[in-house]
């Protein structure tokens, strides 16, 4: 998995007759039943049984509406070993999380007119190459082209060990060649999260987590959010750990100085609940520049990326969310604006759920249940093993991404190039379904019946993003 980050999933427009038929129905209704704080805690609570082994790391989960809490619970150990059970207010590492933090930080900084989101990075740090031309926004919406450091071939195993300031972890990556013209592409990256950092340094004279601390977490009451230092003692601290072979496995070692602002904060379930509560509340920032944050803009969004948040659907409904992976723990934090619906999962390993579906696919499925909207059940019908061969192949969206579909022991799988095979479920002719049971796929055909592409619907309905098949030969 990608450290410190989430995937973001694009959208498009929906125009395949046989995925709208049978993805499940039409977008859901707005006018639903809210689910009872019994009925939630027991979907809840079932999530952790299915999903969480007892033995092994665990999973703690908090959904509420508003401020009212109708499940807070965590199944799992957090401390493997010494068989220590774990509980839903320990502290955990956050991952990506922290850039909404660091977003705010950036854009109090703009109220206190000692940052300007247009100003060149140059302003800030007058050696940065190229600096005059990437912007502060660019930064925050990945589209500075600015090359991550965490890609780098090799560097996740030996160079992240290292201790390193601001300024030498900027010399790990302000040589190497731009992804792409500020402004002219999108392509998430840590690299433009540490310069965040560095922005916030400069402005403020203070290290960025200490400025985070004074401007947002005592203010707030966010008493358990802090910078993650390795080589500090924190209160409630709960064990990382990995899966190497499929087995449990101590968490890689890291220097915390290096996520930096895009992925170095601590935090417990009741903080991230405050968190979603006050920044979307109108508590953290003014209107304008929580529009700007929460607003995806120019070539972030396809994407639907903001600063530090990205769009997320739950049945029709937007929501802004984000999600963390980092060695030893991953993350993620939803909110849903119109039921001011939030749910957040913190696990103890950075391989998730093994086997089950991503925090984010069990993030949407509790709001949905919240919602009294659930998804509907993944049922599998049997598909033509010669029609699942007919849809091998390549399916390339641009010349960096590409998606591979196979036809594997009689079922279909998809892998984007270089990532993990994921198995889809037939529910239907021509639609799959992904194994988080939300996302579908549907194959589009050509009027002699040949597979011309395929359609991504990461909500399992409504909005989609069409990737054309390319001729290319199977790797």
């Known amino acids: 998995m990608r450290m410190w980050m989430s995937l973001a999933l ?123 031309a990437i912007s502060v926004r660019q930064l925050l919406n990945h589209t500075s082209g600015v090359k991550s450091y965490t890609g780098i071939d090799g560097y996740m195993t030996e160079s992240i060990k290292r201790d390193l300031s601001t300024e030498a972890l900027i010399d790990v990556f302000k040589d190497l060649p731009a992804d792409f013209a500020p402004g002219q592409g999108y392509a998430y990256n840590n690299s433009g999260y540490v310069l965040v950092g560095a922005v ?19 203010p707030l009451g966010l008493a358990q959010t802090r910078y993650g230092d390795v080589h500090a003692l924190i209160p409630g601290y709960v064990n990382g750990y990995t899966r190497i072979d499929g087995r449990v496995a101590p968490m890689g070692y890291l220097d915390m100085s290096q996520p930096h602002a895009a992925g170095a904060l601590v935090s417990t379930l009741d903080d991230l609940l405050r968190w979603n509560l006050a920044l979307h509340e109108g508590k953290v920032l003014k209107p304008a520049n929580y529009r700007a944050m929460t607003s995806p803009e120019g070539k972030a969004a396809a994407s639907g990326y903001g600063y530090g948040i990205e769009r997320a659907s739950v049945r029709g409904r937007i929501g802004r969310a984000h999600g963390g992976g980092i060695f030893g723990f991953a993350s993620y934090l939803l909110y849903l604006p119109d039921s001011k619906t939030t749910v957040a999962l913190l696990t103890n390993s950075d391989t998730g759920v093994p086997g089950g579906p991503s925090l984010g696919g069990l993030s949407r499925k509790l709001a949905a249940m919240a919602l009294g909207d659930a998804y509907p059940a993944v049922v599998a019908v049997p598909v033509d093993a010669a029609a699942l061969r007919q849809a091998e192949g390549v399916y390339r969206q641009n010349p960096h991404s590409a998606w591979v579909l196979r036809a594997v022991d009689g079922g279909l799988t998809v892998q984007r190039i270089g990532g993990q095979r994921l198995p889809l479920t037939a529910v239907a002719r021509d639609t799959f379904a992904y194994p988080d049971g939300i996302a579908r796929m549907s194959l589009e055909r050509d009027a002699r019946g040949a597979v011309t592409g395929m359609r991504f619907f990461a909500d399992g309905i409504g909005e989609s993003e069409f990737t054309a098949r390319s001729g290319e030969a199977m790797p």
């Not at 999380?97 to 100003?119: I, P, R, S, W, Y």
């Open 10 to 132: 694009s959208a498009g427009l929906c125009v395949s007759p046989s995925l709208c038929v049978s993805a499940a129905e039409k977008p859901a209704a707005t006018m639903v039943q809210p689910a009872s704080t019994a009925e939630v805690a027991a979907y809840a609570q079932q999530v952790l049984a299915d999903n969480v082994a007892a033995d092994g790391p665990g999973v703690a989960i908090l959904v509420a509406r508003g401020d009212q809490v109708l499940f807070r619970g965590a199944r799992g150990l957090a401390d493997v070993e010494l068989g220590v059970p774990l509980t839903p207010d320990q502290v955990f590492r956050i991952g990506s999380v922290t850039k909404q933090f660091a977003a705010a930080g950036v854009l109090k900084l703009v109220e206190a007119g000692k940052v300007g989101l247009d100003d060149p990075v140059s302003k800030y740090l007058k050696d940065y190459p190229n600096g005059g």
């Open 200 to 218: 916030i340094e400069a402005a403020s004279g203070k290290p960025w987590h200490a400025y985070l601390d004074e401007t947002l977490f005592k």
